[in-house]
Every structure is written in C-alpha cells, then in structure tokens.
Nanobody, 125 residues
Framework: QVQLHESGGGLVQTGASLKLSCAASGRSSGRFTIGWFRQAPGKDREFVAASSRSGANTAYADSVKGRFSVSRDNAQSTVYLQMNSLKPEDTAVYYC??????????????????WGQGTQVTVSS
C-alpha cells in the first residue's frame, strides 16, 4: 500500500508560480511512476505531467508544456510539480497518483493505482 499526500496549492494571480509537492509513504513508495492530474469543477480529471521511477523520463500535457516541470527526490520520496506562468484555466484540484506497474510513463487516469486527496490551485485573472 502507498499513501500519497499533496501540498503547496493556493490562490495566486495570473502569471504567478506555485510548486506542488507529493509526499509518498508506504511499501516501495520510491519505486513508482508518479503522475499529476487535475480536475476542474464539472470537468473530467485530466493528465498534467508524470515522472518515471528514476525521473529520467517525463511526460506533459500539451496545455502545460513549457510552463510546468515535474521532478522528484527519491531520497525524500517526494515528487514536485513546478508551475510557472499560471493561467485562470489552470484552476483545479491537483492530484498526484502512483502507477505500480513497471511500464512507460502513462497518461491515462486508469493506469494509476494510488491517489492522494488533492490540493486546490486557484488562479485569479
């Protein structure tokens, strides 16, 4: 079992930056691909970014490429999502999730087994 806990959300203005953290604990917590997803009110949960177990491979949604960056510190069992140049359309609850299967980085919600509770990010215009 893996427990995930997100932090770092908040209310910011357009153009600001935020850095989200995803702290993992439990069995082999540092050995999973970690993905970031977000869900805005009335919308489906969507893929944002992901990092492979080693951090060598990453993936991003087109909507955040060039603005968001995912990194990880396996010694601290923590994955980060650096979000720059934030826009009102980035407003959502952000979740981190773990994929326990050894495979390429996946972007689908159904590929991830374990989920955190989410952290709210609100970008005002």
């Amino acid at each position: 079992q893996v427990q995930l806990h997100e932090s770092g959300g908040g209310l910011v203005q357009t153009g600001a930056s935020l850095k989200l953290s995803c702290a993992a604990s439990g069995r082999s917590s540092g050995r999973f691909t970690i993905g970031w997803f977000r869900q805005a009110p009335g919308k489906d949960r969507e893929f944002v970014a992901a990092s492979s177990r080693s951090g060598a491979n990453t993936a991003y949604a087109d909507s955040v490429k060039g603005r968001f960056s995912v990194s990880r510190d396996n010694a601290q069992s923590t994955v980060y999502l650096q979000m720059n140049s934030l826009k009102p359309e980035d407003t959502a609850v952000y979740y981190c999730a773990a994929d326990s299967i050894f495979r390429p980085v996946m972007a689908s919600v159904t590929s991830y087994d374990y989920w955190g509770q989410g952290t709210q990010v609100t970008v005002s215009s």
